[in-house]
């Protein structure tokens, strides 16, 4: 187990590595940097290449890169070059808990509703329920997440004036959020909750415990459910390290002040500091999420030998 | 089955619509009902929506239009622009006298004038400011605002000392300025954000003085109370300000939201009260409305023609060009809006300073006119005859749709009326003043608002030191004309000169003016006085609640 533990370690140090290198590279190779000018405000070249120097971006490539690298073993991932004097850890120190509060919501949301959803039509099999479900997952999983916010926003906000628009200061500023961000994700679940345990209903132990003469919710929470829920385990990291770090979307649409959308508008800006950063950032999370996953496979499954 | 599907999307869509054309007037009948049968007092508070938390908080550094929004509502300087939102008159001064020169101001402040923490606001406030953003060690984007001050370009290039600098505080309420030579606009141009003053102690204080409410001490009508990022700023009143009691406003909340959508649909649903970035949707849904506000700013959208690469190099060209495209068309077809098509370089907004009341473009009126026939005519001359032989011309355009969606406009006119085919490309906004600088276009999508309230902030694009990295276009008399407006100050002479130069800069169509730029916002009716000057920045010094 240690032994494992400490090979994953080294394995994600590497990872990360080649994950700040390429990125470093290809982030500088887009055209345009964060000082090229600007849309309608003609600032004179001189002072365009003054700030340059300030931050260190007229020296070459190759040193700009052993820079980054020394600042970030100590822990410093630089100034945000869009928004002046706000640094890329306290961007990331205030956006991501909120963030992970609204993921964390959807995730238990979507897991829930996923999992019932998914279990209900296993067993009513082609039954209407079954079909509700899965007309419901299909549309889910078919629906693109900005079609579905702006759709939500408009019914919810604009024609009923039931919730409101932007920000996160009442419960009542999470549903559509949530809604938002789950809706996928219970679709997908339900379907790969559904498929799995058509299979597990199928296996001998449950005919076995059947006859045995053990109640149907027994059979079904009990003996079933156990193993037809690993193959949402595995969807489970990447699921919470998307939800977590955020949404561009969701972010977006429902102005929420976190990390979501400050990657796609970082690439936007050309804000080298806060794009790496954030690389950085969402790196160490998966890698950490996916290294969970695993040990959690070991807890719940017993078969399943770590040492591997 | 499809069929019922498509009936059932049809209703909702009928329904959907007709709520939301009706939304907009039972919302306002509703809230003038209250304020006319309530006495008591209403809550002096504005919420107020910006895309995005502005980018630089210390005036003394900030270039962004976004940011100046924000610190015109914090920050006050020497002279400020009036409730008409044209002029400008003394906010922290009470007087100035120029010398016979007219390099040499000397500035009184008012008595009392005091930070929002209650100390007192000095002539020497304002020297180490104005220091501080030429100061090339401070390198700030803003220097270029103070070279007119005498030595200010030679300080920021390190080839002068700051002792050198023309600004002096002469006592605690006398401050000094030498300017490099007369600049007639020096006033207005002091209502720029770079010239408002910081306190030394302040700055230099503490790392990040503009991070927390506490050690962020300003000099306007509003001073900061709370901040949380890309959430919202909240502002309250500055009980310290000068004219604090004719502000009437106790709470500003400027919030944070990025889409235009969500930003009409907060609108809607009441839960602000100013919304600035107004879409296609919303211009369609509130502009017969008394919500709808658009109001000029000192600014042209134009496009580029690259001078130095056929068929552009021959005026009669870009003449026949502008002539072939209907403008009228576009502004209200295309872009759904309500701004006035260009016929010249020098917006409205910008007063013609010897005939009182009056815009400069009222009074020299249009500079050329469209005209098919005569682009045709034109185009034949040069040696194009239906357009036939002409060389390969490329549109260059950001990846904006309205942009696109106007380049296409212009792309089938000149094909109609002129018989020549352009090819359109678009390009990101980073790159995009690059493809300009190296000169990879024929014509290219161009805009600019100026600073102040004079025709040289429009005019001084297009003069030979300017154009060398985008038009490549030059008039030496154009030059000339801009060179002696600069020298002198008897304004009859100025604004004959510029008229002049105006003229030259149309009848050889060094750029083709498209539609001078006004800024639209919403503003709920029980909210009266929100002022957008002619920068186009929102300001609420005057504003109330009813």
């Given at each position: 187990?240690?032994g494992?533990i400490v ?7 590497l ?7 390429i990125?470093?590279?290809?982030m500088?190779?887009i055209?345009g940097?964060?000082f090229?000018?600007a ?20 020296e070459p ?12 073993l100590q ?8 928004q002046?004097?706000?640094?890329v850890?306290?961007?990331i ?19 829930l ?12 099999r ?6 509700t479900a ?5 549309i889910?999983?078919s629906?693109?997440?900005?079609v ?8 919810f906000?604009?024609?009923f ?5 932007y920000g996160?200061?009442?419960?009542k500023?999470y ?11 219970i679709?997908y679940?339900?379907?790969?909750m ?24 027994r059979v079904?929470f009990?003996?079933?459910l ?13 699921l ?5 770090t955020?949404s561009f979307?969701v972010?977006r649409v429902f102005?929420?002040p976190g990390?979501?959308?400050?990657f796609?508008?970082?690439i ?8 790496l ?5 969402f790196?160490v ?6 290294f969970?996953?695993?040990i ?5 499954d ?7 | 089955?499809?069929k019922?599907i498509?009936h059932?999307?049809v209703?909702?869509l ?6 939301a054309c009706s ?9 003038k009902q ?9 809550e002096?508070?504005i919420i ?13 550094l900030?270039t962004y239009s ?8 914090l ?7 009036d ?6 008159v ?5 007087s ?30 304002f020297?180490?400011?104005f220091?501080?953003?030429l100061?090339p060690?401070v ?6 605002y ?16 700051a002792?050198?600098v ?6 605690e ?8 030579s007369?600049?007639?606009?020096f ?15 302040v700055?230099?204080g503490?790392?990040?003085?503009t991070?927390?409410?506490e ?6 009508p509003f001073?900061?109370?709370?901040l949380?990022?890309?959430e919202?700023?909240?502002l309250?009143?500055n ?15 400027i919030?944070f939201i990025?889409?235009s959508?969500?930003?009409?649909a907060a609108?809607?649903?009441?839960e602000?009260?100013v ?8 211009m ?9 506000v ?5 600014g042209t959208?134009y ?14 060209v ?6 072939a ?10 872009l759904?809006?309500?701004e006035k098509p260009?016929f010249?370089?020098?917006p409205?907004g ?6 009182a009341?009056?815009d400069f473009?009222?009074?020299v ?9 005569e682009?045709?005519?034109?185009l034949?001359?040069?040696g ?13 355009v950001?990846?904006?749709?309205a942009?696109?969606?106007v ?6 006119m000149w ?7 352009v090819?359109i ?5 980073k790159v ?8 990879n ?5 161009d805009g ?6 004079d025709?040289?902030?429009n005019l ?10 985008d ?9 000339r004309?801009?060179?002696?407006n600069?020298?002198?100050s008897?304004q ?5 000169n ?23 916002y ?6 009266k006085?929100v ?5 186009g920045h ?9």
């Amino acid at each position: 187990m240690v032994g494992y533990i400490v090979k994953r370690f080294f394995a994600s140090l590497l990872t990360m590595f080649v994950l700040i290198t390429i990125t470093f590279f290809l982030m500088h190779s887009i055209p345009g940097g964060p000082f090229s000018p600007a849309e309608e405000r003609k600032v004179p070249a001189s002072v365009l290449q003054k700030m340059e120097e300030k931050f260190g971006l007229h020296e070459p490539l190759h040193v700009q890169y052993v820079n980054y690298l020394k600042n970030l073993l100590q822990g410093d991932l630089g100034f945000s070059f869009k928004q002046l004097d706000v640094s890329v850890n306290e961007l990331i120190a205030q956006g991501f808990p909120i963030s992970a509060k609204v993921g964390l919501i959807a995730i238990g949301l979507a897991l829930l509703i996923g999992i019932l959803l998914g279990i209900v039509s296993a067993i009513k099999r082609g039954k209407w329920a079954d079909w509700t479900a899965m007309i419901f997952a299909t549309i889910g999983i078919s629906i693109p997440n900005f079609v579905l916010t702006v759709l939500l926003m408009f019914f919810f906000c604009v024609m009923f004036k039931l919730l409101p628009t932007y920000g996160l200061t009442s419960w009542k500023h999470y549903i559509l959020p949530v809604i938002g961000l789950s809706f996928g994700p219970i679709a997908y679940i339900a379907r790969l909750m559904r498929s799995s345990m058509l299979e597990v209903m199928r296996q001998d132990f449950i005919l076995t415990a059947r006859a045995k003469g053990v109640p149907e919710y027994r059979v079904i929470f009990k003996h079933a459910l156990k193993n037809a829920i690993i193959p949402i385990v595995t969807y489970l990291g990447p699921l919470v390290a998307a939800m977590l770090t955020g949404s561009f979307i969701v972010e977006r649409v429902f102005s929420i002040p976190g990390i979501g959308r400050d990657f796609v508008s970082g690439i936007g800006d050309r804000d080298y500091s806060v794009i790496l950063g954030l690389t950085v950032f969402f790196g160490v999370f998966i890698i950490v999420m996916n290294f969970i996953v695993d040990i959690l496979y070991a807890i719940i499954d017993k078969r399943v030998k770590i040492e591997e | 089955m499809k069929k019922r599907i498509g009936h059932l999307f049809v209703t909702i869509l009928t329904v959907t619509s007709l709520v939301a054309c009706s939304s907009g007037a039972p919302s306002g009948t509703e809230t003038k009902q209250e304020s006319g049968g309530e006495t008591a007092k209403v809550e002096q508070k504005i919420i107020y929506a910006l895309p995005k938390e502005p980018e630089q908080m210390d005036p003394t550094l900030n270039t962004y239009s976004r940011s100046s929004t924000v610190l015109q509502n914090l920050f006050r300087g020497l002279y400020k622009i009036d409730e008409s939102g044209k002029k400008a008159v003394p906010a922290l001064a009470e007087s100035h006298e120029i010398d016979a020169t007219g390099t040499k101001y000397t500035f009184k402040l008012k008595k009392d004038v005091k930070w929002s923490d209650g100390k007192p606001i000095t002539a020497q406030d304002f020297e180490y400011s104005f220091k501080r953003v030429l100061n090339p060690e401070v390198g700030s984007g803003a220097a270029f605002y103070l070279y007119y001050i005498k030595n200010g370009l030679a300080y920021n290039q390190g080839k002068a000392k700051a002792e050198d600098v023309g600004v002096k505080a002469v006592d605690e309420t006398t401050l000094e300025v030498t300017l490099e030579s007369p600049t007639p606009f020096f006033i207005e141009l002091l209502c720029v954000t770079a010239y408002y003053p910081v306190r030394k102690d302040v700055v230099e204080g503490k790392d990040g003085w503009t991070k927390s409410p506490e050690t962020y001490i300003t000099s306007g009508p509003f001073m900061l109370t709370e901040l949380k990022p890309k959430e919202k700023y909240v502002l309250k009143k500055n009980p310290n300000y000068v004219e604090a009691s004719k502000v009437k406003l106790d709470t500003l909340e400027i919030v944070f939201i990025e889409s235009s959508e969500a930003e009409l649909a907060a609108y809607s649903n009441g839960e602000i009260n100013v919304s600035d970035s107004v879409g296609k949707e919303a211009m369609t849904q509130f502009q017969s409305t008394p919500e709808f506000v658009s109001v000029p700013r000192i600014g042209t959208y134009y496009f580029d023609f690259n001078a130095s690469r056929k068929p552009f190099d021959d005026p009669k060209v870009r003449k026949a060009f502008s002539m072939a495209i209907n403008r009228e068309q576009i502004v209200s077809n295309i872009l759904q809006s309500v701004e006035k098509p260009a016929f010249g370089m020098v917006p409205y907004g910008i007063p013609h300073a010897t005939q009182a009341g009056k815009d400069f473009r009222e009074v020299v009126g249009n500079q050329f006119q469209e005209n098919t026939e005569e682009a045709k005519k034109l185009l034949a001359d040069a040696g194009y005859p239906d357009g036939k032989g002409i060389p390969e011309i490329v549109l260059i355009v950001m990846a904006d749709q309205a942009d696109k969606d106007v380049a296409q406009a212009m792309q089938n006119m000149w094909k109609e009326n002129l018989g020549v085919n352009v090819t359109i490309q678009t390009f990101e906004s980073k790159v995009y003043w690059d493809e300009i600088e190296q000169g990879n276009f024929s014509i290219a999508r161009d805009g600019w608002t100026g600073d102040y309230p004079d025709p040289m902030t429009n005019l001084d694009l297009f003069e030979g030191v300017n154009t060398g990295d985008d038009i490549r276009w030059s008039s030496a008399e154009y030059d000339r004309l801009l060179k002696e407006n600069r020298e002198i100050s008897d304004q009859a002479k100025r604004m004959d000169n510029y008229v002049k130069a105006e003229k030259i800069l149309m009848d050889e169509m060094a750029v083709m003016p498209l539609h001078f730029l006004e800024d639209q916002y919403l503003v709920k009716p029980n909210v009266k006085g929100v002022l957008k000057n002619y920068i186009g920045h929102t300001i609420f010094e005057y504003a109330h609640v009813e």
